[in-house]
């Protein structure tokens, strides 16, 4: 998608801090971060949001979710905890619309999901 920011990040057309990278997915710190850890994990198929997931585009999920738990080993919060958000659609904030998680972590987020 060429006009897909996300897309330009995965494409290095867009700077971005790496933090982790395999053939089909890549992670790196949001521009925002909103928690003392706060990594955008993207698949780098463009994929909409998570309503365009497909019985054939699914597969990825099973790598989205292996890179989270790399990530918050590599970041040391496996433990401590973190949440893994995604926002699908308009009353969900989605401002981006390349599928993503957010992985954040690094502070007690209490218990209380909004
Ligand atoms: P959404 O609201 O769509 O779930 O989240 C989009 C996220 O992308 C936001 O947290 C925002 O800070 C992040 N973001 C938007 N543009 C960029 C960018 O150019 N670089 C990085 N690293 N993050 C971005
Ligand atoms: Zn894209």
Redesign the pocket.
């Known amino acids: 998608m060429s006009d897909c920011?996300?897309c330009?990040?995965i494409n290095r057309e867009?700077p971005?801090?790496s933090v982790y990278e395999t053939e089909k997915v890549y992670a790196?710190?949001?521009?925002?971060?909103?928690a003392p850890f706060?990594v955008?994990i993207v698949p780098k198929e463009h994929i909409g949001s998570h309503n365009e997931l497909t019985p054939d585009n699914v597969g990825i999920m099973k790598d989205i979710h292996l890179a989270a738990n790399e990530i918050a080993r590599q970041l040391g919060i496996a433990e401590s905890g973190y949440r893994l958000?995604?926002?699908c659609g308009a009353d969900?904030?989605?401002?981006?619309?390349h599928l993503?998680y957010?992985l954040v972590g690094g502070k007690s987020m209490g218990t209380k999901i909004l």
């Open positions: 920011i996300f330009k990040i867009i971005s801090k790196f710190h949001d521009i925002n971060p909103e706060h955008l958000i995604n926002n969900a904030g989605q401002t981006v619309f993503h957010h």
